[in-house]
T-cell receptor
Framework: AQSVTQPDIHITVSEGASLELRCNYS??????LFWYVQSPGQGLQLLLK??????LVQGIKGFEAEFKRSQSSFNLRKPSVHWSDAAEYFC?????????????FGRGTSLIVHP | ETGVTQSPTHLIKTRGQQVTLRCSSQ?????VSWYQQALGQGPQFIFQ???????GRGNFPPRFSGLQFPNYSSELNVNALELDDSALYLC??????????FGPGTRLTVL
C-alpha cells in the first residue's frame, strides 16, 4: 500500500527566505508524485507533479520539487517566499487506476510566513 | 470555462440522518473523485467514478455511496451519519490521465 509522510506539521519562515517542505513516500512501483496547496476555505490546487524523466520538476508560483528515488523523497522548494504563500501544503503519491490516478495524501504542512 | 462546483457549502446534520452532497464537474471532464478531509488531516480517498461506473474505492464503509450522472456530475450519499463523519468533503474532476481539479468542498457537521 502506498503512503506519504510529511514530517513537519508547521513551518515558519520569514518573507523572502527560502523554503523546503519535506515529503517521503512509500510505494512499490514507479511513483506518481504531486504537491498541492490549500488556502483556507478553498479546495486543493496542483503546484506540480512528477511522473517520469527529469527529477527536478518546475511548478507554478515559483515552486520546484526534486524526486530522489534513493531517499524515497519528493521535497518542495521555493527560493524566496511571499506572504501569499502562507497555506497548507500536501504531498501525494498516486497509483494508476482505470484511466486515472488515485492519490494518497500526507497529513499536510502548514506554512506560516512572517513579514 | 466553469470550474468544479459543490453544493451545499455548509451543512449541519444530526447522528443517524442521511446526507447528499453534490458536485458539478469541470467542462470536458468525465472522471469524478470524492475525498473526506478531517480537521488537520490530508484528504482521504472515498471513491472515484469514470463514465458513471465506480472506478476505485478507498477504505470507507458501504454507508458511503455515490452516483455519477450522464452529464458527469456526481453525488455523494452518506447514510446513518456518525459524529466522525464531520469533515470537509472534496470533489475533484479530471480527464483521463490528467490532473484532478478540486472544488471548494462542502463542510459537514454532525451533531
Amino acid at each position: 500500500a502506498q503512503s506519504v509522510t510529511q514530517p513537519d506539521i508547521h513551518i515558519t519562515v520569514s518573507e523572502g527566505a527560502s523554503l523546503e517542505l519535506r515529503c517521503n513516500y512509500s510505494y512499490g512501483a514507479t511513483p506518481y508524485l504531486f504537491w498541492y496547496v490549500q488556502s483556507p476555505g478553498q479546495g486543493l490546487q496542483l503546484l506540480l507533479k512528477y511522473f517520469s524523466g527529469d527529477t527536478l520538476v518546475q511548478g507554478i508560483k515559483g515552486f520546484e520539487a526534486e524526486f530522489k528515488r534513493s531517499q524515497s523523497s519528493f521535497n518542495l522548494r521555493k527560493p524566496s517566499v511571499h506572504w501569499s504563500d502562507a497555506a497548507e501544503y500536501f504531498c501525494a503519491v498516486a497509483r494508476a487506476s482505470g484511466g486515472s490516478y488515485i492519490p494518497t495524501f500526507g497529513r499536510g504542512t502548514s506554512l506560516i510566513v512572517h513579514p | 470555462e466553469t470550474g468544479v462546483t459543490q453544493s451545499p457549502t455548509h451543512l449541519i446534520k444530526t447522528r443517524g440522518q442521511q446526507v447528499t452532497l453534490r458536485c458539478s464537474s469541470q467542462s470536458g471532464h468525465n472522471t469524478v473523485s470524492w475525498y473526506q478531509q478531517a480537521l488537520g488531516q490530508g484528504p482521504q480517498f472515498i471513491f472515484q467514478y469514470y463514465r458513471e461506473e465506480e472506478n476505485g474505492r478507498g477504505n470507507f464503509p458501504p454507508r458511503f455511496s455515490g452516483l455519477q450522472f450522464p452529464n458527469y456530475s456526481s453525488e455523494l450519499n452518506v447514510n446513518a451519519l456518525e459524529l466522525d463523519d464531520s469533515a470537509l468533503y472534496l470533489c475533484a474532476s479530471s480527464s483521463p490521465w490528467d490532473e484532478q481539479f478540486f472544488g471548494p468542498g462542502t463542510r459537514l457537521t454532525v451533531l
